[in-house]
Every structure is written in structure tokens, then in C-alpha cells.
């Protein structure tokens, strides 16, 4: 079957516009895959790690290890992050942590990490469909995606509900730290040369900053449900 008949919903926009838990909500609602490409990155950092830091620093040495990493997804209910199986092992909480976080941005900056990731990005394109959460998702790795939303929220309120949730989980945590690393993330995933985070000029771009997660569903399912009966 040709794969491209396969409709994609792309979710793109910075960290903690929500659009995680948006997209594996929406994925649950519609009854289709999900891809957290993040988790990808996170699973690429991670196994590179283990082999030795350097290895993260050796263009081609990353490439073919991106190419012979076995990731799985594991869906979780309620919008919960997916648990991510890497070479058969469950990584655990390891994926969520922000070492994990830095290690994905190391990679990810590495134009052919990007290109070895983007044959396993493609392969999640399966009936009935899928929504696919990242940075590039409409703009490099499904330009012709059915729709492409990208999320937005000022990084004031995204450093709110990043400090409210680390709380919930009993962490300890600072705002106006947290308010810098979210400034700090977004310039260095604006200047990445392989695939900057920037909306496809044909997506739809949607203000978080005053809507609850259950709004943001709605409208998405909205648009959508718009997109597939034309
Ligand atoms: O969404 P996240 O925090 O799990 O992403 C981890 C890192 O991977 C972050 O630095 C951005 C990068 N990333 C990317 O470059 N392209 C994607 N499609 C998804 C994530």
C-alpha cells in the first residue's frame, strides 16, 4: 500500500507548548499511531552515551548507530508519555530526564542523525493514520501531512506549567530558572541549521497560552475532522 494515503496530523512547537500530551490524547481519540520524535532523539542520545560520549561528537559513527537502533513505542493511556523500548529494554523514566534532554539536543543538532532518523520517522506512517509530535514534523519529515498545527505559548506560561508540574511531582523547582533554560532551549532549536523550529508556511498556528489541554484537543479534532471530509 502506498504509505503517503496514510493521513499524518503534524504537531510541531517549542518545549512545553503541550503538544505532547495533545497529540497522544488526539491519537487516542482518533484511534491512530503516535510518533513523539522527541523520544527518537532522547533514545539516539542515550544509546550513543552508553557507548561512550564521544561517539555523540562522530557524524557518521551517529548516523549508523540512528540506522541500527531498534526503538519501540508503548502508548500509554490519558495523554501519559509513550514508554520507549530501545534494543528490546525498557529505558524507564531515563527518556524524561533532562540529561536525556541535553543529549537529544547534542544529536539533533548533527545533520546526519537527522537524515539516518528520518526512514524510522517514516515507517511509524501507518493506516489508519498518524499524529506525529516534533519540531519538523510539517516542514521536513511529512510535508504532505493532511494538517500541521503548530503550538505556540509565550515561554512565560510554558515555564509556569513546567514549574507546576515538577512541583505536582514533588520536585524541587525555581521559576525564573526554569523561565531561562525555556528561553535558552528555544534560541538554540531556532539557530538549528538541519531542520530549525519554524511553522510550514501552510500550517495552522495555535496560541496555547489561554487554553486548557481539553480546548486545544477540541479544536484540533475540529480542524481535522474539517481537512479529512474535503
Ligand atoms: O520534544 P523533546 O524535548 O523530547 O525533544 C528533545 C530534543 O530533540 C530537543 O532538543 C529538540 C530535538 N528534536 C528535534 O530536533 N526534532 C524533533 N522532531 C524532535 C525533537
Not at 500550517?203 to 497560552?209: E, G, M, P, Q, V
Request: aromatic content about 4%.
Amino acid at each position: 500500500m502506498n504509505s503517503k494515503i496514510v493521513p499524518v496530523l503534524a504537531i510541531d512547537g517549542p518545549s512545553g507548548s503541550g503538544k505532547g500530551t495533545v497529540g497522544q490524547l488526539l491519537a487516542e481519540r482518533l484511534g491512530w499511531h503516535f510518533l513523539d520524535s522527541g523520544a527518537l532523539y532522547r533514545a539516539l542520545g542515550i544509546a550513543a552515551s552508553r557507548v561512550g560520549e564521544a561517539l555523540l561528537h562522530d557524524a557518521d559513527a551517529l548516523a549508523r548507530l540512528a540506522v541500527s537502533l531498534d526503538i519501540r513505542f508503548v502508548p500509554q493511556p490519558s495523554g501519559a508519555p509513550v514508554r520507549v523500548i530501545l534494543n528490546g529494554t525498557d529505558v524507564g523514566d531515563a527518556i524524561r530526564t533532562e540529561d536525556s534532554g541535553r543529549l537529544a539536543s547534542i544529536v539533533a543538532a548533527v545533520p546526519q542523525a537527522r537524515a539516518a532518523l528520518l526512514q524510522k520517522q517514516h515507517a511509524f506512517r501507518r493506516m489508519p493514520g498518524l499524529v506525529a509530535d516534533g519540531r519538523d514534523m510539517g516542514t521536513t519529515v511529512f510535508p504532505d501531512a493532511i494538517l500541521k498545527i503548530f503550538v505556540t505559548a509565550s515561554a512565560a506560561v510554558r515555564a509556569e506549567r513546567r514549574y507546576k508540574q515538577l512541583k505536582e511531582k514533588g520536585f524541587d523547582a525555581n521559576l525564573r530558572r526554569l523561565l531561562d533554560e525555556i528561553r535558552e532551549r528555544d534560541a538554540r532549536d531556532a539557530a538549528l541549521t538541519a531542520s530549525p523550529l519554524k511553522p510550514a508556511a501552510d500550517a495552522c498556528i495555535l496560541d496555547t497560552s489561554s487554553l486548557s489541554i481539553s480546548d486545544v484537543v477540541d479544536r484540533i479534532h475540529g480542524l481535522l475532522q474539517e481537512r479529512l471530509a474535503r
